[in-house]
């Protein structure tokens, strides 16, 4: 019986990995490991279906480090807190803890399965079960709060250019991508915004960093752009990711919305809009809550770290 998983997961995957182990434990009373023993006396140990998630748990273990202060979702704070409870630790056959007793340390099978039980005891506390409405109201709140901020901007000129890109990371990168240099990249864009004659025009922005499990870390963002003064916003989509695997060294990637806007048919809400045009401009709004979405919020961000952004509303200065 050999769970030891020893490929290398992301910070990513590694946190969507905790999220799994602990939804999955809510989900069942079912220990990982049936401890036993056979007509012969023999002690046997069977796998549940929560076993699999523990192939990598000396990983898991490891993403808690003191490197940067993190603020976690429930699922990790959960997770973090049960091996502290049970006082999980390394041992020369992988990670253990002592009995009740505090006499002996645990096999790994026993200790996993007190993890388990701590983990399930965690879940039922009234601030665990409290954390995923307590999500869905706070995306509802950004939602309203950029309705309001899409119409001002819109409000301000004649036409208004819309541009969206989504800000990814290569493949080859991920290995070694921690949450903090997303929003390292990410301030260096938005300070980018002072400088680069890219944003001259700009008169508002939209930013939201979020966790995919097939992406990985990456950004949402929309720029707007004074429509009396830019033009195409397919090269302006263009120009602000190149600038992102400029400002990446080379380890992200762009992909722009605005090149692709045939696919959104008659919903699309980005490119070249109307200030007097209604529909299009509560089209742009209905886009821009797609940045809100709380499917795929992150699981650790450092601490005071701002995951969804919003520039000040401003007048070209040329």
Not at 34 to 63: K, P, W
Not at 105 to 118: C, I, P, S, T, W
């Amino acid at each position: 019986m050999n769970l030891r998983n020893t490929s290398s997961l992301t910070q990513s995957e590694l946190a969507i990995q905790i999220e799994r182990l602990v939804n999955a434990i809510e989900r069942t009373d079912r220990p990982a490991f049936d401890i036993g023993q056979s007509s012969s006396g023999q002690e046997r140990v069977h796998n549940t279906r929560l076993a699999r998630y523990f192939g990598c748990i000396q990983q898991m273990f490891d993403l808690f480090d003191d490197r940067t202060i993190y603020t976690y979702s429930e699922h990790l704070q959960t997770f973090w807190l049960a091996c502290q409870d049970i006082g999980l630790e390394r041992g020369p056959a992988g990670l253990t803890c002592l009995n009740d007793e505090r006499t002996m340390y645990l096999d790994f099978e026993r200790a996993m399965n007190a993890l388990v039980a701590k983990i399930r005891q965690l879940t039922r506390s009234k601030w665990y079960q409290r954390k995923a409405s307590d999500r869905r109201y706070e995306a509802g709140e950004k939602q309203t709060v950029i309705t309001d901020y899409v119409n001002r901007v819109l409000e301000r000129y004649s036409r208004t250019v819309v541009v969206r890109v989504d800000l990814h990371y290569l493949t080859g990168a991920h290995a070694r991508l921690r949450i903090e240099h997303v929003f390292k990249d990410l301030d260096g864009l938005i300070r980018a915004r002072e400088r680069d004659p890219i944003f001259q025009h700009e008169t508002g922005y939209i930013c939201s960093v979020e966790q995919g499990e097939a992406r990985g870390y990456h950004v949402h963002a929309a720029f707007f752009f004074n429509g009396a003064e830019v033009r195409s916003d397919f090269y302006k989509a263009q120009q602000i990711g190149e600038l992102w695997e400029q400002l990446t060294a080379g380890r992200g990637y762009y992909y722009s919305c605005n090149a692709e806007k045939d696919q959104y048919g008659d919903e699309v809400g980005i490119g070249t809009i109307r200030r007097d045009d209604i529909q299009a401009r509560t089209k742009v709004v209905k886009a821009m809550h797609y940045l809100t979405k709380d499917t795929q919020y992150l699981h650790l961000k450092p601490a005071r770290a701002k995951a969804f952004r919003t520039g000040c509303i401003r007048r070209s200065t040329a």
